[in-house]
Nanobody, 121 residues
């Protein structure tokens, strides 16, 4: 099983910055892509950013130029640096990992418990 534990959420004023972290632990063979999703009240969960094990990144248009995703493969940790935050960035942010438990198994998706990010105007 893969456990994902997020940290770093909180309350910040518009224009401010926050850094989210997500550490993966447990028993697994390999972690492939990792990413961050968010879900605002009354809205569907959406991809914010993702990063492959090789470092290739993808961003939602709404956060390009403001958010930066990175990872430390040695620590099985993914980060999300968020700057120039806007009230519309307010949401619960979820960490996601695509991982294989064993060398012979197919990959599965794993989720963290979520961390609240609130941006005040």
């Amino acid at each position: 099983q893969v456990q994902l534990v997020e940290s770093g959420g909180g309350l910040v004023q518009a224009g401010g910055s926050l850094r989210l972290s997500c550490a993966a632990s447990g028993s697994f063979f390999r972690i492939n892509a990792m990413g961050w999703y968010r879900q605002a009240p009354g809205k569907q969960r959406e991809l914010v950013a993702s990063i492959t094990s090789g470092g290739s990144t993808t961003y939602a248009d709404a956060v390009k130029g403001r958010f930066t995703i990175s990872r430390d493969n040695a620590k099985n940790t993914v980060y999300l640096e968020m700057s120039s935050l806007k009230p519309e960035d307010t949401a619960v942010y979820y960490c996601n990992a695509n991982a294989r438990r064993y060398a012979w198994s197919t990959a599965s998706e794993y989720w963290g418990q979520g961390t609240q990010v609130t941006v005040s105007s």
